[in-house]
Structure formats: structure tokens, C-alpha cells
């Protein structure tokens, strides 16, 4: 931390879902910072300073005092995403009609949960969203295609981090632009880059941090520069790639592959009628993988072709065991991934 710097700082948390947990330092004039490019996306899709939002979010270190100031100040109430069952969901639909709700953001994961619940009701005639705001986890086409037809109006991506805040934000042409004023991205070789070699790791140089400068950070996600916007905004453009470097599939001949593969699968499993509420793909050794499938379809004939269609894609070596369950456990920062590697963590001796 630099010692040149005094007053209140905030603290953030990361996930650690790289393995390594860790704590940064920010001013709140860094925050501020953030904030004010977040809002800046926000604007360019017509939602102004007060709009009515709810968000999903992990609750954890926030104090009253702050919570209370972002409802006050900027109309902003939030909602913990650890309560997803259908009676939380049903609690959160009377909500955001109550409070006249006009965004809703938060983690897709979650989203995905409430619009499933919202689509079972019937009508939506009670909500009148003018946007859907994601952060914090990939979006995947399926999710943003989902949300856009539950609740009718258009879906916004951010991208950002615990440790360096907010880093980009989607415009309505539906590409990323790098709030250049707060960060510097930079593209290292050697990740896969879908046969792209201009892209790779994302490297990021904190701009506004003095008190706790992340410099050259190794964020752990995947992506490449975007080329000019036909939106005509001058801040740079980026294509995030799907998978975070510790979220791609080891083969057991030790080359590395997408998780994007699991999406592929189920895409074609619901293709054939098979309803699925969530799934996540855990690989316990390079030559074990489980998938856990969120349905009321347990015994629909489709699912029980999935794990030999998944072994087709990473190759016979590969075990993959089908688990069909009633709902995918949030994990404890609150997000739902889709893939997990154990590989190196707690399964690096184990087999199956």
C-alpha cells in the first residue's frame, strides 16, 4: 500500500476463485471513479442519474449507512442473491412491482433464476423494466437471449472486478468499451485465444488507485482488442473471450480447451426438450469431469446421451458422469459458474 496516502480507504474483496484470495485498498475517490464510468454506460442507453434500480448482489461487508445512502441518493435498493428459492423468487417479483422498478442488474446466474420464475407465471404485464444490467460473471448468448425475451427490453453488459473495479461497458451497437480514464488493458500471448493471435490474458494497470496500484495485474480472464465501434465512441474496444484462464478444461494429455464445450452440449440437450434450469461442469481430474444438471427432466431419453456427446467433444479418455439435481448450489460469493476446474485445489491428488 503507499505510504504517501492518508484518510478513509474501502476495502474490496476478491472471490478467490483463482485459488488466491485477496484484499485491495481503494480511496473513495477510486470508487467514485468507477461509479462515474459506470454511470456513463448507463446514460448511453438513456438511464440517467436516479433511474429505480434492484440489484442482485452478495451482500457481504456492505454497512447500513452505505446501503442506506444508495437508496437515498441514487434510488438504488439491492437484493441478496443466496435467496433463490422459488418462495425468494416470488418474493422478489412482488418487489420490484412494489417499488416500481425500472433496472434490475446483478450476476446473469441470478437474473437467469428470476426470469425462469418470472416466465412461469404467465404474463409479465406487472413489470416495467426499461433495462437489464449484468456484471460480475460471463454472459453467456443463451442467458442474454433468455432475459431479453422474459422481460422485454434490452440487456446491458458491464465488465469489471472486485480489485479493479469497473473496467468496461457494453454500448447499444453490443460491443465492450474500456473505460480508458480508470484502467489499461493489456493482451499476453500463450492463453487460447479461439485461433485468434492477437488476443490472450487480460493484463490490467490500475489508473486511478494510488493508494493500492494494481500495475501489469493479471485479471485471469481471456479476450482480445475489438476493432473500431460503428457507434462512433472513441474508448477502446474489447472482446472478452468465454472461460476465465482457471476455468479452461485439462485434457488428459495435458492440452487445454474451453469450457464453452458444456454450453454446446446442452444447447443441443434442450433442442430435444430436455427443460434446463441451470447446469455446472466440475472437473475433479484430467481425466474426470462431473455435470450437474438442474431439471424437472431427469429421465427425459436425451439426458442420458449427454455424457457420451460431452466425451465426443474432449475425447475418449475422458470420464464425464450426468448428474441430474433439483437446483445448482450458489457458491459462496454468490455467483453460479458453469464450469469449475478442481484441478490444482483440493482435487489435485484425487480421481474418482
Known amino acids: 500500500m503507499a505510504a504517501n496516502i492518508s484518510g478513509p480507504l474501502v476495502e474490496r474483496r476478491t472471490s478467490g476463485s483463482t485459488g488466491i484470495p485477496l484484499v485491495v485498498y481503494v480511496s473513495p475517490r477510486t470508487r467514485d471513479a468507477w461509479m462515474a464510468a459506470s454511470l456513463r454506460t448507463q446514460r448511453w442507453w438513456g438511464l440517467d442519474v436516479g433511474v429505480r434500480q434492484l440489484k442482485l448482489v452478495n451482500p457481504h461487508g456492505k454497512y447500513r449507512g452505505t446501503l442506506l445512502k444508495q437508496y437515498w441518493l441514487m434510488n438504488n435498493a439491492e437484493y441478496s442473491v443466496f435467496e433463490l428459492d422459488e418462495a425468494a423468487l416470488e418474493q422478489l417479483y412482488r418487489q420490484v412491482v412494489r417499488s416500481r422498478c425500472e433496472v434490475l442488474s446483478g450476476y446473469p446466474s441470478a437474473l437467469t433464476y428470476f426470469a425462469q420464475h418470472v416466465a412461469g407465471r404467465g404474463p409479465r404485464s406487472e413489470l416495467r423494466l426499461k433495462a437489464i444490467l449484468t456484471t460480475a460473471e460471463m454472459l453467456y448468448p443463451d442467458h442474454r437471449e433468455l ?62 488507485n494510488f493508494a493500492m496500484p494494481l500495475i501489469r495485474y493479471r485479471i485471469g480472464d481471456l479476450g482480445a482488442p ?127
Open 147 to 208: 432475459l431479453r425475451q422474459v422481460f422485454g427490453c434490452p440487456v446491458i453488459n458491464e465488465y469489471g472486478s472486485s480489485e479493479c473495479g469497473y473496467l468496461a461497458g457494453e454500448c447499444p451497437s453490443g460491443n465492450l468499451h474500456v473505460a480508458a480514464e480508470n484502467a489499461l488493458i493489456e493482451f499476453e500471448k500463450g492463453a487460447p485465444s479461439d485461433g485468434d493471435d492477437s488476443g490472450g490474458e487480460l493484463v490490467v494497470t490500475d489508473l486511478n
Open 226 to 352: 475489438g476493432q473500431e465501434c460503428p457507434c462512433g465512441r472513441s474508448l477502446p474496444v474489447i472482446r472478452l473471450r468465454v472461460g476465465r484462464t482457471e476455468d479452461l478444461v485439462t485434457l488428459p494429455d495435458g492440452r487445454k480447451v474451453d469450457g464453452a464445450v458444456f454450453g454446446v452440449a446442452i444447447e443441443e440437450l434442450t433442442r430435444q426438450g430436455v427443460a434446463v434450469k441451470q447446469f455446472r461442469a466440475i472437473q475433479h481430474a484430467p481425466d474426470y469431469i462431473e455435470v450437474l444438471i438442474a431439471t424437472a427432466d431427469a429421465e427425459h431419453q436425451a439426458l442420458r446421451g449427454l455424457g457420451d456427446q460431452i466425451q465426443k467433444l474432449l475425447g475418449a479418455r475422458m470420464t464425464v458422469v450426468i448428474k441430474p439435481v433439483d437446483q445448482i448450489p450458489v457458491e459462496p460469493t454468490g455467483k453460479l459458474r458453469r464450469f469449475i476446474s478442481r484441478i490444482g485445489h483440493d482435487a489435485e491428488h484425487g480421481g474418482h
